[in-house]
């Protein structure tokens, strides 16, 4: 519904942003021209180029401005906000690492102070532009609800959210089938729908009761269209199915799938795989060119062998991989087959400080660059275990739709270490399948810096 308007409002808001973010670099340079050093001019070149081009990717990847997004001003504002104090954040590191001393100080405070004011002004703009369209009735729909149920209790808080020009007046149900109070009025009952549709001079009618269900609403239907009014169905699929389904449509032909799973879509696959990349690279280039020659000695100087431990373990769609670890235990034949546990005498005397810091870890930064892992996911499991837990586990399988990972949902929230009941892996199991429904990028920062909260903390369960 009114795609093309939403589509509107998010060009606008960008182009708003980006113009502002471009005055804020420019103005300054006008107003207080004999304050600053305008020689330099490519180093200035450089630094705004920068500036916009991390606020656009900042953008993309919070999804600032979809439409789920802008619909709902307060979790507009706030991810806003976020994606300001990051951008922020980043172009100071920007600064910081580059050293340049030809960009003044009293040139990039006026730019952020002015960006900040011209931010408070766009969405000021914005509450302005909902207010207006909310309040011209030629430019407000007016809608009735038919049915009280579950479903039409939930178009109503839709509506109420996200619609900019449509207006509730209220509910037509029997009588009958009324158990509770309601925030808006029912206003007759089902035989009287049109009569009230045109006193009230409504334009569409959202039917949440299907004709399966009742075959009265085929003459509703026609009815309506005969008085100019919209008449559209809303069906209850639990009628249907007795499980939860997410709708999704090919062209005209919906499809109906168990779960809902943001990372099938390409845009947002590309948005994580780019975060594996920049993060692996730098970790790979910046710490692992260091650590593994040292961590390779201590571990040859403790006990002969190698120096990474490599085991076979289940990736995505069910399909195997070598995970890369740095040796913690002395060479044995239960490596494969036995999980670590507490004291576990094969444990090297380096090897416990590398599981207690999870250094052993790091070199799966190499496996997520190569593709078979993601910086967050569910954590891989050896073959034998996948065989193992997927028998006594219920939807244990559904896990492997996506990469594994370094670190993940169940591990922050304290479930990682030995597994010693069933019990324990349907909990992971379950936080698994949450962020498998819930993935967005800003969760996976979140991770990432409650991962490296966690392991400077100290976690007790890292054995």
């Not at 509450?127 to 909310?134: E, Q």
């Amino acid at each position: 519904m009114n795609k093309q308007f939403k589509r509107y409002l998010q060009a606008s808001l960008i182009f708003l942003d980006l113009f502002m973010l471009n005055a804020c670099f420019f103005l300054p340079k006008l107003i207080f021209k004999e304050s600053i050093d305008m020689s330099y001019t490519s180093t200035y070149f450089t630094f705004w180029i920068t500036t916009i081009s991390i606020w656009v990717i900042l953008a993309f990847f919070s999804g600032v401005y979809t439409e789920k997004i802008i619909l709902q001003f307060e979790t507009f504002t706030k991810r806003t906000v976020q994606v300001f104090l990051f951008w922020t954040i980043f172009d100071l590191f920007y600064l910081f690492i580059t050293r340049d001393i030809n960009v003044s100080r009293f040139f990039i405070l006026l730019h952020f102070s002015f960006f900040v004011i011209s931010i408070l002004i766009n969405r000021f703009l914005y509450v302005g532009i909902r207010n207006y369209f909310k309040s011209k009735d030629f430019l407000v729909k007016k809608v009735i609800i038919l049915g009280y149920n579950s479903i039409s209790l939930k178009l109503a808080s839709y509506f109420e959210e996200e619609s900019i020009n449509t207006q509730l007046i209220g509910f037509v149900e029997d009588e009958k089938n009324i158990k509770e109070l309601t925030h808006y009025p029912v206003l007759a009952e089902i035989k009287n729908l049109i009569q009230v549709a045109k006193d009230y001079d409504v334009q569409e009618i959202y039917s949440t009761i299907t004709p399966e269900q009742n075959e009265f609403i085929y003459e509703l239907m026609h009815q309506s269209e005969n008085e100019c009014i919209r008449f559209k169905v809303v069906p209850n699929l639990a009628y249907f199915f007795s499980k939860p389904v997410v709708v999704d449509y090919v062209r005209d032909l919906p499809v109906l799938s168990l779960r809902s799973e943001p990372l099938e879509d390409v845009g947002n696959r590309l948005k994580k795989r780019f975060l594996d990349v920049v993060i692996s690279l730098i970790v790979i280039i910046f710490i692992l060119s260091w650590l593994i020659p040292i961590i390779g000695l201590l571990i040859l100087i403790e006990s002969r062998g190698p120096i990474f431990f490599k085991q076979q373990r289940t990736g995505k769609n069910n399909q195997s991989f070598n995970c890369l670890k740095f040796r913690s235990m002395r060479p044995n034949n239960d490596a494969n087959l036995k999980q670590a546990t507490k004291n576990d005498n094969r444990i090297t005397k380096i090897g416990k400080i590398l599981r207690k810091t999870s250094l052993d870890e790091f070199p799966q930064f190499i496996n997520v660059l190569k593709g078979e892992m993601s910086l967050v996911g569910p954590r891989p499991h050896m073959v034998k275990h996948t065989d193992d837990y997927s028998q006594i586990v219920d939807q244990y399988m559904i896990r492997h739709f996506l990469k594994p990972g370094i670190t993940g949902w169940a591990q922050i929230n304290g479930l990682r270490g030995e597994i010693t009941e069933p019990k324990q892996i349907k909990l992971r199991v379950k936080y698994d399948l949450w962020y498998l429904e819930n993935w967005n990028i800003w969760l996976d920062l979140k991770i990432l810096f409650l991962t490296i909260y966690t392991i400077c903390k100290g976690d007790k369960k890292a054995y």
